[in-house]
């Protein structure tokens, strides 16, 4: 006897975070079902109209602020950025450069120096 295998699903808040989407921006449909890995592959293979639109002009989630920032999410918070932020947001604070932002950046910079110098001398102790 086979047994029958259900689809995996995931909660909409983890299909928008594997799409890189704020939820509350996406349709109500989605908001409120479920989707499938299937779905959720579609979705990363041939994106509809909102999904583009979104990822295109926001507002993005904090994971992906960041990002475009150069910044870590905490230093996000630390700056007084507690809400997803639009392309045009993200634009701005980048013309505008405030001293946070600049402070953050370096820390972020200084963090993956850092990684990278523990990287190196983990690969170099590995050869050896």
Do not use: C
């Amino acid at each position: 006897m086979k047994s029958h295998q259900s689809a995996q699903t995931m909660k909409p808040a983890t299909a928008a975070k594997k799409l890189g989407v704020y939820l509350p921006a996406t349709p109500a449909d989605f908001q409120s079902g479920v989707v499938s890995r299937t779905e959720l592959g579609e979705l990363q293979a041939n994106p509809p109209e909102w999904l583009q639109e979104l990822r295109r002009t926001g507002p993005h989630p904090r994971p992906v602020v960041a990002a475009k920032l150069g910044v870590s999410i905490a230093g996000l918070a630390r700056g007084g950025v507690t809400e997803a932020l639009t392309t045009e947001q993200i634009e701005a604070l980048k013309q505008d450069r405030p001293e946070w932002l600049e402070k953050e950046r370096a820390t972020q910079a200084e963090v993956r120096k850092e990684a990278a110098r523990i990287k190196q001398k983990n690969d170099e102790q590995d050869a050896s």
